[in-house]
């Protein structure tokens, strides 16, 4: 019989799944530089089941963050872990019914990786879940419809239930505003978001060092497509490499550091990104700069978006190095971390990086920014602990 559902039937992320060699540095990174609180680690059982061992974190927007690591070299973060450096290997989302959910999948084909396991609870909670390989390379989502189940997850246990109420200490209370991966061919994973998904086309963008500096003779760029589920408002930028000067591309550099197509940052939303950032800075949590020039012809790019004024202090925007965009008097507020692997100054927790955003009636992705985060990307890649980063990656395997 013909499947009669729409949509895959999202209502947002449940949670983070990343992978690290290091559990006891991720946890505490997170913790310390984000305010994200314990509160819940794996059973016995389900470490001795699954080779490995995992501890929950209260993340931003109240997600967890399942920081795992292997025990096993023979369990799925192992195997993941042979091939990568650290980073996100699954994105867990809420459903609302999980039959729907599947049957949507199977008609699409998608990849399914097992059929719905399900769950009872003592107290008559229930989980369901099933998940699928994607298009970019080792990252798997999961699909799970969740009522009253009275534990984090199947094989976990609480170590602190009280930390579920509370509220971040930075600000970063919006959750996930978007996540971005790269690809060396973006459409591969453009189309299974549309075609196994159900997802649309939402923004795109084209960037080259080259169109705007020729005489340099040389350059980089990217492509740029975010695709969104219209009903849950899940949004999943994708970036590919733009000829010419491919292999320059900070786009290409991320799936070598990566080895593979990856999940390459996640947005958080906050509401107050001066105080977001000047927290993250105290803590000693390190950001992409944006050149002088950038803010010498903000005024000039200001007029552009129609921007007479915004309600943040223009100094101590500029001050803490925050990235401004936007058209038709709305704007955002952006700034982009340095990835895990310069935050933690190991080889190992990979390419990966956090973005914080703030929203002022602006939608886009920061077109204008594009440009700004390119040259001040590319710096970082060319300075000596980058190209030092990059050999250790090298030697991963
Ligand atoms: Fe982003």
Redesign the pocket.
């Known amino acids: 019989m013909k499947n009669e559902n729409k949509s895959l039937g999202l209502i947002g992320y449940h949670s983070i799944q990343y992978f690290t060699r290091d559990i006891k540095t991720c946890v505490h990174w997170h913790k310390e530089k984000f305010g994200f609180e314990e509160i819940a680690k794996s059973t016995t059982n389900w470490e001795k089941r699954h080779g490995m061992r995992a501890i929950v974190l209260l993340g931003a927007g109240k997600l967890g963050w399942i920081i795992t690591e292997p025990i096993e070299k023979s369990s799925t973060a192992g195997r993941y872990l042979t091939n990568h450096p650290d980073g996100i290997a699954y994105l867990n989302f809420r459903v609302k019914n999980i039959k729907n959910t599947a049957e949507f999948l199977l008609d699409k084909k998608a990849s399914i990786l097992y059929d719905i396991e399900s769950h009872t609870s003592p107290h008559d909670g229930s989980w369901r879940e099933t998940s699928i390989a994607t298009a970019i390379d080792d990252v798997g989502f999961r699909f799970i419809e969740e009522n009253n189940f009275d534990q984090f997850a199947p094989g976990f246990e609480w170590t602190n239930k009280n930390n579920k109420t509370k509220l971040n200490d930075i600000g970063l209370d919006l959750g996930i505003?978007?996540v971005?991966c790269n690809g060396r061919s973006m459409h591969a994973i453009t189309e299974f978001y549309r075609h196994c998904m159900g997802f649309e086309q939402y923004w795109g963008v084209e960037f080259h060092t080259a169109h705007h500096k020729p005489e340099l003779g040389t350059g980089s760029g990217l492509e740029s497509i975010v695709m969104w589920d219209k009903e849950s408002g899940i949004k999943f930028?994708t970036n590919q490499p733009l000829a010419p000067y491919f292999n320059n591309s900070q786009i290409q550099i991320y799936v070598e550091d990566n080895r593979g197509s990856g999940i390459q940052?996640i947005?958080f939303g906050t509401k107050n990104i001066i105080q977001t950032v000047e927290k993250l800075r105290e803590r000693g949590t390190v950001f992409l700069e944006a050149s002088d020039k950038y803010y010498e012809q903000l005024p000039e790019r200001m007029k552009q978006m129609n921007l007479q004024k915004i309600n943040e202090p223009y100094d101590i925007v500029r001050k803490n190095n925050i990235l401004l965009d936007g058209s038709n008097g709305k704007y955002l507020l952006?700034i982009?971390m340095k990835e895990q692997c310069v935050q933690l100054n190991n080889k190992n927790a990979g390419p990966f990086f956090y973005?914080i955003?703030q929203r002022e009636g602006d939608d886009s992705?920061?077109e204008g920014n594009f440009k700004a985060l390119f040259d001040s990307i590319e710096k970082q890649q060319v300075s000596d602990h980058r190209q030092e980063m990059r050999e250790r990656v090298d030697s991963l395997c």
């Open positions: 505003d978007h971005t930028a940052h947005a952006q982009f973005e955003i992705f920061g």
